[in-house]
């Protein structure tokens, strides 16, 4: 999350300014707005053990962005990609303890996600629009290794759901921060074998703490 808190402050110091001379108006009608957002995220994964074990820890960065469609009566639709990349090391579970084999591999997860939400007084006059939504996903999962024999390489993908909720702070009549917390659940990636099956641990997903820097109305 320290990443993600050091974009905002530089974003509401270099936004500031702006905010202050804009004609911002709130109030101003409008049927839809289509925005772009850029996104970073941190997320803490659900199989703690199985990251912690490949990567020595279980909190791992994504960035991507995607399209907003907003709606005057506070509806919107979402379509963001994202991605996380990382090398780390093949491991095994035995006795609840863990043991990297110091076997190079990498991890490549990549997010589709569509979700559906509604921003919270929207059309009034305030600049802090608290929202919440939910959706679904494919998340596309990629394992490599140089010494890897069949099997040992994955590339697959598989549905999920999300629910997210936070706040959208309009610092300029073009320019917002969002800045969110997001649940996900990944069900059929992991748990089939390697030390996710050892370890018991089913779920690709994970708690993620969000900023998106959202340019449109």
Do not use: C
């Amino acid at each position: 999350m320290k990443t993600a808190t050091a974009l905002v402050l530089a974003l509401l110091l270099m936004s500031a300014p702006l905010a202050a001379q804009s004609s911002f108006d709130p109030d101003e009608p409008y049927a839809a707005s289509v925005r772009l957002f850029f996104l970073a995220t941190d997320q803490s994964f659900a199989a703690d053990t199985t990251f912690r074990a490949a990567f020595g820890k279980s909190v791992e960065p994504f960035f991507g962005g995607g399209l907003q469609v907003a709606m005057d009566n506070g509806v919107f639709v979402e379509f963001g990609i994202s991605r996380f990349k990382r090398a780390g090391q093949r491991a095994f579970f035995n006795n609840g303890q863990t043991f990297q084999l110091g076997i190079p591999l990498t991890a490549t997860i990549t997010p589709l996600e569509l979700s559906v939400g509604y921003r919270f007084f929207a059309s009034g006059s305030s600049r802090v629009i608290p929202y919440a939504a939910a959706g679904i996903g494919r998340y596309a999962y990629r394992e490599e290794s140089d010494f890897a024999v069949e099997g040992d390489n994955v590339d697959t993908h598989h549905a999920g759901y999300l629910a997210s909720g936070g706040v959208e702070v309009r610092l300029h009549r073009w320019i917002g921060v969002a800045v969110d917390a997001q649940y996900t659940h990944i069900a059929g990636i992991l748990g089939a074998g390697g030390i996710s099956k050892d370890a018991g641990e089913t779920d690709l997903g994970g708690i993620a703490g969000r900023v998106k820097v959202l340019i449109g109305r």
